[in-house]
Structures are given as C-alpha cells and as structure tokens.
C-alpha cells in the first residue's frame, strides 16, 4: 500500500502512525500555532530507521526523495494525533530540513521536495509552505538521511 495511504484512503483520513515518546517534546502549541520538532524517516513504535546513510553515497536521490515522504507522512500522523482531525490545520507555515548528503551532493531541494510534494497532496492549498533546506553530514539515529521539522497555522 502505498505510504500516502496511512493517512487518507480513498479521501477520508485513516488512523495516524504517529506514537508519543517518552522524554521528548515533539509538538508544542502556543496559540494558535503548533511547533513541531524535527522528525526523520522512522518507524513511530521502534523508533527504528526506515532509511540510513548519505544522499548520493550510500542512498540515491530517489531513496532520499521517499525518506523525506516518510517524514511528512509521519508528520501529519502526529498533527492528526495531536488534533484529532487534519481539519483542524488551517495551513502549514514553514518546514526545516536537513539533508544528510554524500561528498558533493547538492540537490538537497530535490530531496526535499519529498516532504512538499507529499504535504500538498494530502492537506492541498493549505500545505503550501514557506521552507529552508540545507545539506549536513551526519544526523542521530544511526545516520538517518533527512530530518524535518514544521510550524503550522492551527483552526480554532
């Protein structure tokens, strides 16, 4: 199945893949904006990584793309969670990335666009957002290839 579909299946929202962590603050709410901590492609009940290593060495551009799909998808699994409906996200405002990149790799963009692209297709217009990427050498957990954190506009 494909990983879109853990959050809508045939249009209508399914159950989030989203688990809390111990010890660790992944969202907070002040108002009516919610700051989400950065999250890489990793299962959300192991905290196992999905994907390993440097884009453009031991990862491709397309495995990286996926990786960062992964992350949105977990993302918005932790906004469903934590608000109970996807409704109740009025749009996302801005969204961070690092990259993990090999030596010489520079579409960090591309990559990213696997986090974009995934979020305007679930959330449409509203997940239209402002966004930074950068490239980096090593991220946590065993060398996870994309981490991305999100600010988002919330509904009353």
Known sequence: ?????????????????????????????????????????????TGRPLYRGRIGEEL???EGYAAARECAIIILGALKDTLGSLDRVERIVKAFGLVNCGE??????????????????????RG????????????PNGNIPVEIEVIAALRP
């Open 1 to 45: 199945m494909d990983s879109i579909n853990r959050i809508l299946k045939d249009g209508v929202e399914t159950e989030p893949v989203y688990k809390k962590k111990r010890g660790i603050v992944l969202l907070r709410q002040v108002d009516d904006m919610l700051y989400v901590s950065g999250h890489g492609p990793e299962d959300q009940v």
């Open 128 to 139: 239209y957002h402002a966004r930074t990427v950068m490239g980096t050498r090593n991220l």
């Open 104 to 125: 010489g790799f520079t579409d960090v963009d591309k990559v990213f666009d696997g986090f974009s692209d995934t979020i305007a297709e679930v959330l449409e217009e």
């Open 60 to 62: 491709t551009l397309e």
